[in-house]
């Protein structure tokens, strides 16, 4: 269940805001949410940590 | 999201129960009436109980109510276990059935009973999704119970708002009694996610820990030599800003200093020339003896206690650090070339043919020339420093030996030498000044500008003396950076990764921090907008919730209206208010309300009936036939997809307009 506070129109432009302020992707936020919403209930850390491995990959090149 | 099945054995008074549970769009509001003791409150419990075991014990009224022994999970359940099913081995299930746009979810729990005893490692929980019930698999029985909260807690309600969806009468009576204040702020935090949000972070955090402790040495000392590039670089940046700052400040002073000067002057004609020539030498001798003083400062409290240690301290101090030094440089080389003994002997092989004999003598005296231990292999002083450090201890070291006290009383003698001629200098000028009325204003305004003006002038010189060494220490950083990122070239990825993820975690950090606040104007509309719908009178203009979480009911005229005595009614609508808001902020989840209407008043029951069905999600209504009258239940039952009566009987299966 994702958070509220990044459901909103609101929170998803502030978010955009701090992003850029730090040279960050908003969507690569977005995608390691969803890694740790997807990986929620499992032995977390193992599959989880190669997923952030691939999506910080992705994210630099 | 809406509830769609509801399956019970030997819960309570329900040995065998199966509810349908109908659904509408249009009428999205499901009653289940029973008298007392039909089991309404119990199937209340089982959904909670279903969705978090052991974890929604404080959730449940009953539970709380009893004695401190009877509280305890295994009494309740114990209790909870239907009366015919109190002999030899037996069960109590409960199957919830949830139903979203995407997907089916069948949470099943098991606990087996001996005797009436519940069996304690016995409790079994199953999870299955789709149309076709496809099972989850679960992971070791370890880490079961953390599965099955945290994947109820993103696909189905987490835990901690489970009580803005689902309540009792009692439930209602605790949060309209209790300090809403404290409420407020950790519902808050828990409908808008600000705890899934920190678990990212903490995550990411943990991700880059575990990440950077799996790099090689050299890749971490790369990681160590940028971050004290950056760290360095931001102490640059904000030194500049301040300097700049105070530039800014100092250029206007000065000037206004040089219009009170020639103020002074035209006062006294010929004689300006002399007093601004004595006020420029006053100020060039000044800025001196501060400059003078700073180093004696610095002199007195750093450096001549390692100065007056001695020269033998000073050299021992040394030699360690260079020894030091070169035993690091000597094992980073050890582990780069230990790590090429295979490459060696590969390309000795393609030049002469070996047997294992030679190939073994030449890999014993391969890793003998690099292994030989040095006397440093087993204590390191200053092993806290890193190699930039290090050189630069050394050459400081060597500096304090030129520092000597001949040294120290001149700059002494010099200060003191300054502080006369400053004297002198302001005497000669008091008596250029003039004694009239405007003399004396202009030269205690020239006091004035002049001592704001030096503090300013030193805060900048000491500013911009951080800022030189600042720079030499940057110039060195770099240097070592290029060293160790050499020597890690390959590992940087790696640590690219361990960055990002802390910087995203800083972000998500950032973002929980600055988005609460906005949210809490939206609360507050929700709030004032389900009051002013469910309350009978309109006294109450709006809600605001701060920062804090306090919140005012306030009314036209901005005054709060929570100094007076409300009545239990208008708290009750007032925490009914607080659950719609917070639910209609939080989650898509059915609102499910046992025997909600005993403290409210006719005109407020038929309020809440609306308010609550109007919200367009599912409303599951549990109530005693004399909790409502006849009109309300014909609202309830206009807005209904199905009435189900309730009563104690062992097998049932419900749906839509059934009658037990």
Redesign the interface.
Known sequence: ??????Q?E??QE??AT??RE?D?DPQ??QK??EA??EH??????RG??VR??TI??A??Q | MRLSLVTLRNWKTHRRFRLEVPFHNDRPVVLLEGNNGSGKTSILEAIVLGLYGRAGLPMVARANSTTRQDRSYERFMERALNAKARTGRSQISIELGFVTDEDEILIERVWHFKDGLLQRDDEEARVYTGADREVVPLPDPKEEERFLKDFIAHHVLPENLAGFFMLDGEHLERMASANVNGQVKAALDAAMGVDQLRLVAADLRSYARERRRQLPEDSAAAEAASLALTNLERDIESRTESADRLLSEIIPLRQQREDVVGQIGSLHGDSYRAFKEHFEDRERISRDRDAMREDLRRLLSGDLAQALSGANVRRAAISRIQMEDASERKRLGEAQNLSRTEEFLERFNRRVAADNEVKGAIIEAWQEMWTRAGPLEAERVFSHLGESDRRAVAEHLDRLGSISATQIRDIAHAVSAADDRIAALDRGLASQRGLDEESRLLAARLETLQSELSRTEGDHAREMATLEELRERHAKATEHLATATAAGFNHSAAAERTRQAERYADLIEDFSLQASPENLHDLSEAISTAYRSMAQKSVVERVEVNEDGKVALLDIDGLDLQELDASAGESHIFALSLMSALASMAADFPIIMDSPFARLDVVHRRKVIEHFSGLGRQLVLLVHPAELRPEELDLIESRSSGKILLASQDTRTMSAGATA
Not at chain 1, 40 to 45: D, H, N, Q
């Open positions: 269940m994702k958070s509220a506070l990044l909103s609101r929170g502030l978010l701090l992003a730090r960050l690569v936020l390691l949410i740790v919403e929620s209930g499992m032995i977390r850390r989880m940590f952030f491995d910080l990959t994210s630099g």
